[in-house]
């Protein structure tokens, strides 16, 4: 069995420099890699093999980050002098707001990272690795030091090894290196010092683009290069445009209560009232100007948002994506399997001229069926027409296809002749050729025939064919391998036509999407007219086209100003469809990409939501934020929506907390000044807060509007100010006139006046959840949730009882007469029809997130 002291050697080493069998015996491994019982072990000693720390999970730290928020340690801070002063009663209010709101934020936060794993867990990536001498799907995650794994093209590169086969293996090292085109990698032994520079090395994270081999495990987990790069970022991740919405709403809070909190301490040292007095009403403020249960809220919500997204067979691996999702207002797709059925069947091969031909379906079929990588659907539709027979011919070398060349070439031999064969995009051989073959004959690939081709090319593809060209070349019987530089001087044979009729849905399914506001882009690899075709067949606008050879003479700028104009992309390689999204998101969109492919990647991973499918290459898994568990949009139109509904109750959190805070908080603030007590004591302020935070713990749970869905909206300071500002005016003035009857009819002392407001607040509070929660007027509104109804007027009940029962005194608390009760009940009646007027100013109508406050969004 392998050793720890062993493992911490090699990690230290350039294990690529070592000797193959050096490392099975320091592995304790072999070509036959290890049985299942020694990779249990040792999955015990290394643990699972995943680049996440289980650090990050720890419950002290997930506490400590949240400690280190400035608003929680000023609670902190209050409950410390409160307990010191003596006032045991504001000691335990304040520890319970802070221990319900930290307790519930890291419970439902630890629910939620729970829920990822499962969920994450029903799409895990498996690998092939050797077990016992044999072939065996296993996840990933358990594979081990000593393991042998087998790769195929589109295979994400597991874990950190060596090379012990390789057959045209190319693997994309950009993660590693920032170099785009593909390395070829061999199992030859390496001197290199750079791990970069290391042929017969491979890397976690990186991924295999063409042919195959076989790679013996040496690092796993965080001891990978990857590893130890994501654990770095992990420690300094970028906020998401969720957290960068909730910061920025955190310092508008801490400026007010800063300013409200210093403005009415300073006030009353100057009136020479108690200091200690004055600093615990001044801390209450800044209690309840706090929405200490955002945290929580936000955190039930995009739970709950990617349970239910769940249901729609939409997996959610970052809960933060929700947000971007129900922002998204362009969303990028590629062709095959997302508008098409992906059931590719060959429905013809001719010859230059445009007649059948048995030779081309042949040739094809030699080169699909030689070919080391995995094969396309093309080449499955190719060898379904043909057969496998290959008569004789043997495969001696090949050129792996590659998103360059486009073009992929295998070198065949049969009683002595040698023949290479190629098959690519058209435009990509006849580049590559010199003359075509009638009947046998050759003849110089000239203008003339040149035009005929291109005549059939766009006969085909104006019909919604894709497809590919077939040439061969004659190779001396002595050479037994072919490079990139042999594929020259071609003679074309001819083209096989593919179909892949679009999807019965597809067209309902653009309706959706686009009546949700949600421009849909098509950015795909396939012949311009193949692309206009298939829009036009789904209902998309089909003459705005560009395609890559386009694009290659654009700068970032130039291809920035005409991205909007632009609806479809076509012929596009990996690296422009990342430019794509990023000049879309220079343009201020919120932009989704969804694919499925090896290609598709850096644009997945490009994208604010990234978004892929459960068949998807595992590099196009790993890139997305959300895997769609069916490949159509209709399923995305309902992931839209959901994300949408769970965005729009965080608002309704925040627009409540924020406005009525504010504007209870504003009123509290001035009339200490002007009155010769306290409108509140600092333990019934506390105490208003508590129950007021408790009777929204019922809103991830609410119903949304139509209208909440029907376009997308983006986090919007300036609407989110707004709202607190007017709501908060209004509230406030409402709170004086209370004030003005309270003192001026029925001439309260103290703790009167206390009361009566602690009951009027309280009782506005809460029962304008039901008229703020839409746009609408309250009854023609969705019916509110069960849950919100019961936590609200569950809070309103214990609240007034709390004030009115035999306990109140011991919160400074005195009776009301029926008359006291009844005026109470007239202000908040009328201060509820106010509001209903008052949020029509308030809420603005939806817009489209690029027209925010701050004309940006983050990156």
Known sequence: MIEQPSATALAAANFWQAPKDALYRALGSGPDGLSQVEADQRLAIFGANRADASESRSVLRKLGRRLWNPLIAMLLAAA?????????????????????????????????ELTADALRESVAIQADAVRDGKDLSVPVTALVPGDVVKLRTGDLIPADGIVLEAQELQVNEALMTGEPFPTLKTDQPCTAMSPAEATNALFAGTSAVGGSGKMLIVKTGGQTRFGAIAAALAANAPPTALEQGVRKLGLLILRLTLFLTLFVLMAHLVAQRPAMASFLFAVALAVGLTPELLPMVMTVTLSRGARRMADRKVIVKRLSAIHDLGAMDTLCV?????????????????????????????????????????????????LSARGDGIDGWIRLSEVPFDFERRCLSVLVARNGEHMLIAKGAPESILARSVAVEIDGLAHPL??????????????????GFRLLAVAVRAIPPGQQAIAVGDEAD?????????????????????????????????VSGDHRAVVSHVAKSVGLQSDRIITGAEISELTDAALVARVDDIDLFARIDPDQKRRIIAALRHRNHVVGFMGDGVNDAPAIHAAHVGISVTGATEVARAAADMILLAPDLSVLAAGVREGRRTFANILKYVRMGTSSNFGNMLSMALASIVLPFLPLLPLQILLNNLIYDLSEIGIPFDEVDREDVARPEAWNMANILRFTIIMGVVSSLFDVITF??????????????????????????ILVIFVIRSRRMPWRANRPHIILIATSLGALIAGVALALGPWGRLFGFTALSVTFLATI????????????????????????????PSGKMPP
């Open 80 to 112: 410390l002098v409160s307990g010191v002063s003596g006032d045991v009663g504001s000691f335990a209010i304040i520890a319970t707001v802070l221990s319900l709101s930290l307790t519930l934020d890291i419970v439902q936060e630890h629910r939620a």
């Open 334 to 382: 590629d062709k095959t399997g997302t508008l098409t059925q992906a059931k590719i069947t060959l429905e013809a091969h001719v010859d230059p001229q445009g007649r059948s031909s048995d030779r081309v379906l042949s040739l094809a079929g030699l080169n699909s069926a030689f070919q080391a990588g995995v094969r396309s659907p093309l080449d499955e539709a190719i």
């Open 446 to 463: 000239d203008a003339a025939w040149q035009q005929r081709m291109a005549d059939i090319e766009d006969r085909y593809a104006h019909d």
């Open 490 to 522: 071609l003679t074309m044979i001819g083209f096989c036509a593919f179909a892949d009729p679009p999807k019965q849905d597809a067209t309902s399914a653009i309706d959706a999407l686009t009546s949700l506001g949600v421009t849909i882009k098509i």
């Open 740 to 765: 003005a009857v309270l003192l001026k009819l029925f001439a309260a002392d103290a703790a009167l006046f206390q009361t009566g407001w602690f009951v009027e607040s309280i009782s506005t509070q």
């Open 825 to 852: 009940a007239a202000i908040a009646a009328a201060y509820l029809i106010s509001a209903e007027f008052a949020k029509r100013l308030a809420i603005s109508s939806p817009e489209s997130p690029r027209n925010g």
